[in-house]
């Protein structure tokens, strides 16, 4: 039987260490905050694969007194509070006094510091949390810590670690928030002896955000402005133009503290409501300035989490101020009154003896749909003076259109050649600029653009076959953030075998020289980013057809779209093109591409046979 005994300190040290620093981003963040709380206006940091071989951060801050600087490497050692009461309005971005001696007992750490004012300062080297050298040391105002091999002592750290790209865009993704948090403090960045991010540090949030995202996100943001005496909001909220299939694009600060939160999310989300897309969202970069004794910051030691004090009344302000600041941009929402007309002229579907569907979902909704409006015309009051004629009751099985549907993967061609045989085809014209109305024979087919061009390009990208490319007239540049720039690196194979020519244009930027040919010219940015989305939600760890996949249904979202404007030789040459493919009659989410309706239902419709 193990007895019990106390660790030796420098095995505590290093579990505690866990806590606080996960990666080399955690010891970028805490030394970033140290110098921030040391009143700097110019930090720089410096990283070397990916920050597990070298990170340096540099400040102008007010240094720290020689005397002192041993003792802050010692666990709960710190300026910043002094007793428990001082957690009650904390104003500092660290508290704990955690941060070095974590940082130093999984690390080599040197540190070199001098007061302001100072004519020297002290040079101080800790490997594993323990001191190697102490001396005093000429240097600039200011405090300079140095991290080497970080975990080169914990073997079993270090192997979980991730490629130093990831760990790279991690840091860089840190440092970039804190840009928009602290727009006062000129920060720049450098990997590997090149130049990131530079910020100005003139106290202009727009400034920041153009350092971080550049002017193509920059023009399509809506500035925030709420102060209610309780709780002051400001920032810029982006337009669907920049919206994204996740979250990661939306930074929240508080009294220029950078922080998570899913709710004040599900806040933001709420104001943009059917202004989105569904599975878009917005672009979002919030400040907060509130009383600090009403929130809490001593949540998690990664300081990540706040709780509010008033919680309820904050995400009301937060709805509240972005719906103000999209106001002007979004055209007001139409609500219309119902009236007897409105419903009276609306077509009563019912389903079809010879409809073929493979599964119930589309007979069960045209029956609750047609059972919604009769209900609805039943409880409507016809307007005074209004006379309508009544009508015949209808048969409960009048024939109408025939849905092509079913399983996706199944549904082939053959199965059902006579919904659209080979034979000449008249089209007769368009409505709502998305459905086109095609006459074959006997029959009268309705044609749905988008599933159509969606399913072609489903099946030519999914082929296994390099699809042939088409260059751009223009080539599109899109800025990107760190985490998105080294997901669409890593992947770039992927996109080549699809037909995409990608180039690397510049810090965290990209070049889109040319696209598959059947894509035509989409949208390339809401593309790529909802690409990057779908592989970053799997991880590195998926395999190369999924990341194929991942691709090609991102590119299908871009498909051609309801309401755009195609002429007759357009739609024409999809059909044709679409004819003389083996593929399914539904696009790949299993939506119809057709529907058919014979001249005989038609007939029975207007009573000419009974």
């Not at 905050?33 to 700097?40: I, K, L, P, Q």
């Not at 005093?136 to 080169?152: A, H």
């Not at 079993?156 to 006062?184: N, Q, T």
């Not at 999809?574 to 591409?593: A, K, S």
């Amino acid at each position: 039987m193990n007895k019990i005994r106390i660790l030796q300190p420098y095995i505590a040290n290093q579990i505690a260490a866990g806590e606080v620093v996960e990666r080399p981003y955690s010891v970028v963040k805490e030394l970033v905050e140290n110098s921030v709380d040391a009143g700097s206006t110019f930090i720089t940091v410096e990283i070397k694969g990916g920050g597990i071989e070298y990170i340096r951060v540099t400040d102008n801050g007010h240094g720290i007194p020689p005397d002192e600087a041993e003792l802050a490497f010692s666990r709960h050692a710190t300026s910043k509070i002094s007793q428990a009461f001082d957690l009650e309005h904390i104003e500092t971005l660290g508290f704990r006094g955690e941060a070095l001696a974590s940082i130093a007992a999984v690390s080599r750490v040197e540190l070199k510091s001098c007061l302001q004012g100072s004519d020297s300062g002290i040079r101080l080297v800790i490997e594993g949390g323990e001191t190697k050298l102490r001396t005093p040391y000429g240097c600039p105002e200011g405090t300079t810590v140095e991290v080497r091999d970080v975990f080169y002592n914990v073997p079993a750290r270090l192997k979980f670690l991730k490629a130093p790209g990831s760990e790279a865009g991690a840091i860089f993704d840190y440092v970039s928030r804190m840009i928009l948090a602290r727009p006062d403090i000129a920060f720049k960045v450098i990997s590997n002896d090149k130049s990131v991010y530079s910020s100005a540090g003139d106290g202009d949030l727009r400034n920041a955000v153009l350092a971080v995202y550049g002017n193509d996100v920059l023009q399509h943001l809506r500035q925030i402005e709420y102060d209610d005496g309780y709780i002051k909001l400001f920032g810029f909220a982006g337009t669907p133009e920049v919206s994204r299939s996740n979250r990661q694009q939306q930074t929240f600060f508080i009294n220029g503290r950078y922080f998570k939160s899913q709710k004040l999310s599900y806040a933001v989300q709420s104001a943009y409501d059917t202004r989105l897309m569904t599975g878009r969202f917005p672009f979002l970069i919030l400040g907060i300035m509130i009383s600090n004794n009403e929130i809490d910051v001593n949540v998690h030691p990664n300081k990540m989490e706040i709780r509010f004090l008033k919680e309820g009344r904050v995400q009301k302000a937060v709805t509240g101020a972005i719906r103000s600041a999209l106001t002007g941009f979004y055209a007001p929402e139409l609500v219309r009154s119902r009236s007897y007309e409105d419903i009276a002229v609306k077509p009563t579907v019912v389903r079809s003896e010879e409809q073929s569907v493979s599964s119930g979902t589309a007979n069960d909704e045209l029956n609750a749909l047609r059972k919604r409006i009769l209900e609805q015309i039943k409880g409507i009051e016809k307007p005074d003076g209004l006379k309508v004629q009544e009508t015949p009751d209808v048969p409960e099985e009048v024939p109408v259109f025939h849905i092509a549907a079913g399983n996706p993967a199944e549904t082939k061609k053959d199965n059902i050649q006579s919904s659209f045989p080979a034979e000449p085809f008249s089209i007769c014209g368009k409505i709502f600029d998305t459905y086109w109305i095609i006459q074959q024979g006997d029959s009268i087919y309705m044609l749905d653009q988008h599933a159509i061009h969606e399913r072609m390009l489903y099946e030519q990208l999914s082929s296994g076959i390099k699809a042939d490319s088409q260059i751009l007239l223009i080539p599109k540049i899109i800025k990107l953030s760190p985490v998105e720039y080294d997901t669409l690196i890593f992947n770039i194979d992927r996109f080549a075998e699809l037909g995409f020519e990608i180039e690397e244009f510049g810090a965290f930027t990209v070049c889109i020289r040319a696209v598959p040919h059947i894509m035509g010219e989409p949208q390339t940015q809401p593309f790529l980013f909802d690409a990057i989305s779908g592989l970053m939600n799997g991880g590195r760890a998926l395999t190369k057809e999924l990341k194929r996949n991942a691709i090609i249904q991102a590119a299908c979202k871009h498909a051609v779209k309801a309401g755009d404007a195609l002429g007759n030789s357009d739609i024409e040459k999809l059909i044709n093109e679409f004819l003389n493919q083996d593929i399914p009659l539904t696009c790949p989410h299993g939506r119809p591409v057709m529907i058919r309706m014979s001249r005989l239902e038609i007939e029975k419709l207007f009573k000419r046979v009974i």
